[in-house]
């Protein structure tokens, strides 16, 4: 029997106040255990919450960028569960009117295209955290996560292989990151990925029953728990088991994911709003406001580089993977003296993220400025450097630092462009390669190449390759 994958995904964005979303106590990482919980993160007695207005304005500025429905009139709701690091007995969150309803992402995979609808995102406090590492036989309780803002942001089940699962959290990590709602920062828990995962036979209607991996927080994490996942149902019905509703944890050492507890759905949790909290009314002035003040989205950079600067596709998704990499992009391109989007692009998604990558290093933190490369690109672009030896000065740039000209002429490495000292090289070569030569005149191309070969080794590298190529045809007749 085929089968069919059913993935949909609920991302937990961390926002990026100052301060909790009902408190002012700091949100600042990797501060000492139960330093940043105040009297309302741990639910004394006689306290209320306080709403941060900064948190709304994100999950505004979300809505606005997805495309989605911002109810003007949102409310918040008590969740009730009992967990020893929920010092309140219940989590403030969105049930029935969520601030935001709606919109779509649009991913990639491969040449593919495709939209992934959005259910909701809805605004809500995180939980504490429980420590089990350092504790022998018990369990350490930090509440400095207590209160932390979020935006949860639901999809529909609408990806179907855990390619498309990858790179809707990619898109939609980029996007949170790109409008500023979230510094993106996965090991620091700011972004985190729970995967509802079901199998169906192909061509039936009706969704499987589907399992809940809890807490991913790496994109490779994701795709290894939902390939695991999906063959573990299928072994399991096709072995005659019924799948049950459950949450499971993925375990990075197996490789596989274990049953946590069977699934609860909302009745379990005795939602009903918050009598603490009034209900939020989004104002029109406000919202244009937000609107006024959103960047270029990706996917509207997308659509100018291709219409604009000519780029195909794969280069205008790769530029846009993140915003520093379209800004540095944009700023080396401006830079040059003719415009070449494309020499830019090739570099910037070439030789400086290769590097970028060998050294873990963002774009941010590059070794190389814009105006830098934009001084090397401008040497290919009036001849003073082959594209070979530009190579060799950005090696320079990169692990030595300096400026691309007084590397040139420190290493001696400007391209040649007498054409008589080059024609006089060429000479050399064909005298001393007749055999070569002989081959080329009864039509094998190869001896061609051969023969540019050894003009640009005796030229160490520093003719230009175009120029080499007319003058030693000309010279073969």
């Not at 709003?273 to 990706?298: A, F, K, S, T, Y």
């Not at 051969?450 to 640009?456: I, P, Y």
């Amino acid at each position: 029997m085929q089968w069919e994958t059913v993935i949909g995904l609920e991302v937990h964005t961390q926002l990026t106040t100052q301060s909790k979303i009902f408190s002012g106590a700091s949100t600042a990482f990797g501060a000492e255990p139960n330093t940043q919980a105040c009297q309302v993160d741990i639910a004394l007695p006689g306290v209320l919450p306080v709403l941060n207005k900064g948190a709304v304005e994100r999950a505004i500025r979300f809505g606005l960028a997805i495309g989605a429905k911002l109810n003007r009139v949102n409310v918040f709701d008590r969740k009730n569960y009992f967990y020893p690091d929920l010092p309140k007995g219940y989590q403030i969150s969105q049930l029935a009117l969520p601030i935001v309803e709606g919109g779509s992402l649009t991913i990639r995979v491969g040449e593919t295209e495709k939209t992934v609808r959005l259910t909701r995102a809805h605004l809500e406090e995180d939980a504490g955290k429980s420590l089990h590492e350092d504790f022998h036989g018990m369990t350490g309780i930090d509440l400095n996560r207590a209160g932390t803002p979020l935006l949860e942001i639901v999809s529909e089940p609408d990806m179907r292989s855990a390619a498309e699962a990858v790179a809707y959290a990619k898109a939609l990590h980029t996007l949170v990151t790109w409008i500023g709602i979230c510094d993106g920062n996965m090991q620091e828990g700011s972004f985190r990925v729970d995967a509802n995962v079901s199998v169906r036979p192909k061509g039936q209607a009706e969704f499987g029953t589907r399992r809940e991996i809890k807490n991913l927080n790496s994109f490779r994490f994701l795709e290894q728990a939902i390939n695991y996942e999906v063959r573990w149902q299928i072994e399991q019905i096709e072995d005659g088991h019924p799948i049950r509703q459950a949450t499971v944890l993925f375990d990075p050492d197996t490789g596989e994911t274990r049953m946590m507890r069977s699934k609860e759905d909302a009745h379990d949790y005795r939602y009903f709003p918050d009598p603490d909290l009034l209900p939020v009314r989004l104002d029109e002035d406000w919202i244009e406001q937000v609107r006024g003040g959103m960047p270029e989205l990706p996917q509207d950079k997308q659509v100018r580089y291709r219409d604009v600067f000519g780029l195909s596709a794969y280069d205008a998704s790769t530029l846009t993977g993140s915003r520093a990499m379209a800004e540095y992009f944009e700023a080396v391109a401006a830079a040059l003296p003719r415009p070449d989007p494309k020499l830019a692009a090739n570099w910037v998604m070439g030789d400086l993220a290769a590097s970028l990558n060998k050294a873990e290093l963002d774009i941010a933190a590059s070794r190389i400025s814009t105006a830098q490369l934009a001084g090397l690109l401008a040497r290919i672009q009036d001849g003073v450097l082959s594209g070979k030896l530009a190579k060799q000065v950005f090696e320079v740039m990169w692990t030595e630092g300096g400026e691309p000209d007084a590397i040139i002429e420190a290493k001696g490495l400007k391209q040649m462009s007498d054409s008589g000292e080059v024609e006089r090289i060429i000479d050399a070569v064909l005298a001393a390669n007749a055999k070569s030569v002989e081959e080329f005149r009864a039509g094998k191309e190869k001896a061609f190449n051969a023969l540019v070969g050894q003009v640009m080794k005796a030229t160490k590298g520093k003719a230009n390759p175009a120029q080499v190529n007319e003058l030693l045809r000309a010279r073969l007749g």
